[in-house]
């Protein structure tokens, strides 16, 4: 039986070497077994630019290396946090970048992909500061600035995303309904595979089905779906 994995939020660092050994276990006992691999975003905490060097990205390289070269394809679609991951990074890891919105065959069936962020309109803070920071000429000054003070940047404003995260409800984090239904038929899908919301679920909707993968903390979250159409989660822990 052919199968592809999806993954997203795992939310890598070097301060969270827990985080990092779930994805070298899965990788290594799981991952090299698939037909593909789609990461949906926010593979890593926060991203400031492809020239960043820590332990944690050669660790991530490595693994993905590993997996090309055993014949697994990799694919990327950028989340919120590391919106940044250039080419330089993605050709270092054999990874290819898809864009947000990417509809790919999944056995025989159509299936929207996508980070999720974009599908949280209620959100309107966050929709306005997005549209800022996914500006070209915003980026492109933003890379240029000395690696220290991009850290400084994204800590703020993780700094400030924390608290206004606290004083926002809980619906409005999540994905708006209408717009899922209006962005499927747009896509003419009847699948959608998103990340960023954390509520990792299968949810059979009227337009079909829309499977949200889960973050990553005491465990991993992994989306395993069959060439037979079976779709599955699990979650596993380190032993
Ligand atoms: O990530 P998560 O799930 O915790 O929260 C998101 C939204 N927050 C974000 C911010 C990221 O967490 C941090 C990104 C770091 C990026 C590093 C690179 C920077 C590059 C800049 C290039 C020009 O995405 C959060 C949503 C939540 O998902 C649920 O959907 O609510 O959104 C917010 O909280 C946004 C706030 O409401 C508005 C933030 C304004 C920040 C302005 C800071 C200005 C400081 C500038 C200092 C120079
Ligand atoms: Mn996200």
Redesign the pocket.
């Known amino acids: 039986m052919h199968k592809t994995f999806f993954i997203s939020d795992l939310h890598l660092s070097d301060g969270r070497p827990d985080l990092t050994a779930l994805f070298v276990d899965f990788i290594q006992k799981h991952a090299k077994t698939a037909d593909k691999l789609y990461i949906l975003g926010d593979l890593f905490d926060?991203?400031?630019g492809d020239d960043e060097k820590s332990p944690v990205i050669d660790i991530v390289k490595t693994q993905l290396l590993e997996l090309s070269e055993q014949g697994i394809e990799c694919y990327f679609v950028a989340g919120?946090?590391d919106f940044?991951v250039g080419k330089r990074f993605a050709q270092a890891c054999h990874m290819t970048l898809l864009p947000d919105y990417t509809v790919i065959d999944l056995y025989g069936k159509p299936t929207l992909l996508c980070h999720g962020?974009t599908l949280?309109i209620d959100?309107v803070?966050?929709q306005q500061?997005r549209k800022k920071?996914q500006q070209k000429w915003?980026?492109w000054l933003?890379l240029k600035l000395p690696l220290a003070l991009r850290l400084k940047?994204?800590q703020?404003?993780?700094q400030?995303?924390?608290a206004?995260?606290r004083q926002?409800a809980i619906e409005i984090?999540d994905v708006n309904a209408d717009f899922v239904t209006k962005i499927m038929r747009q896509f003419q899908v009847k699948t959608v595979i998103h990340g960023?919301t954390h509520r990792q679920n299968i949810h059979e909707i009227t337009e079909g089905m829309r499977i949200v993968l889960g973050d990553w903390g005491k465990t991993s979250s992994i989306l395993c779906v069959e060439s037979d159409g079976k779709c599955s989660f699990f979650n596993e822990s380190l032993s």
């Open positions: 926060f991203w400031i919120n946090r940044l962020d949280c959100d803070k966050y500061y920071v915003r980026q933003f940047i994204a703020k404003i993780r400030k995303s924390q206004d995260k926002k984090m960023h």
